[in-house]
T-cell receptor
Framework: DAGVIQSPRHEVTEMGQEVTLRCKPI?????LFWYRQTMMRGLELLIY????????DSGMPEDRFSAKMPNASFSTLKIQPSEPRDSAVYFC?????????????FGSGTRLTVV | SQKIEQNSEALNIQEGKTATLTCNYT??????LQWYRQDPGRGPVFLLL?????KEKRKERLKVTFDTTLKQSLFHITASQPADSATYLC???????????FGTGTSLTVIP
């Protein structure tokens, strides 16, 4: 298995532009999570899906952020318009229903820089 | 507010010694706690899980303890090696949900 696949690995964009981050979870994993990591705040949960349905989006910073999971093999995180304070590494993770036994499998992340 | 704290300072130890990392939490009632390893430029990798009714868990050179009275977990790496150098994150799941909340991590450097 190729693991959780995220694209792009790096994204540099100008303030005000729309940014779309992509994630392909591991086949058979029914939960998908988007996290943001910064030096100051560590890993913050933004949103998670169970069986393609958003369960908790209370971590999404504001209306500029949106996430979708149209099917079991694809999810997107969109920021529109982007701001410099959105600069961070964004991780996607997926898990089996038995989360306790196996934990998350993380992707390699997308490093976003907004200038 | 809920908080998860790990050793705020980076930890440097000599090869062969035991590294001990701390994870303290407040205002949680965790069902279980996990430890992850993160290397630069990579996502975290799951290492070990311990449940609230377990005191200790071992896996090869790794040992995790969980004290729900002290609200603390300790993560030990015995016979440490330079390849163990990484950032280690603790994560816990509250009884009320199924998502993990992560600590900020402790950077460990094992000196040859």
């Amino acid at each position: 298995d190729a693991g959780v696949i995220q694209s792009p690995r790096h994204e540099v964009t100008e303030m005000g532009q729309e940014v779309t981050l992509r994630c392909k979870p591991i086949s058979g994993h029914n939960s998908l999570f988007w996290y943001r990591q910064t030096m100051m705040r560590g890993l913050e949960l933004l949103i998670y899906f169970n069986n393609n349905v958003p369960i908790d989006d209370s971590g999404m910073p504001e209306d500029r952020f949106s996430a979708k999971m149209p099917n079991a093999s694809f999810s997107t995180l969109k920021i529109q318009p982007s701001e410099p304070r959105d600069s961070a590494v964004y991780f996607c993770a997926s898990s089996l229903p038995e989360l306790a036994n196996y934990g998350y499998t993380f992707g390699s992340g997308t490093r976003l820089t907004v200038v | 507010s809920q908080k998860i704290e790990q050793n705020s300072e980076a930890l440097n130890i000599q090869e062969g010694k035991t590294a001990t990392l701390t994870c303290n939490y407040t205002n949680y009632s965790p069902a279980y706690l996990q430890w992850y390893r993160q290397d630069p430029g990579r996502g975290p990798v799951f290492l070990l899980l311990i449940r609230e009714n377990e005191k200790e868990k071992r896996k090869e050179r790794l040992k995790v303890t969980f004290d729900t009275t002290l609200k603390q977990s300790l993560f030990h790496i015995t016979a440490s090696q330079p390849a163990d150098s990484a950032t280690y994150l603790c994560a816990l799941v509250a009884n009320t949900g199924n998502q993990f909340y992560f600590g900020t991590g402790t950077s460990l450097t094992v000196i040859p």
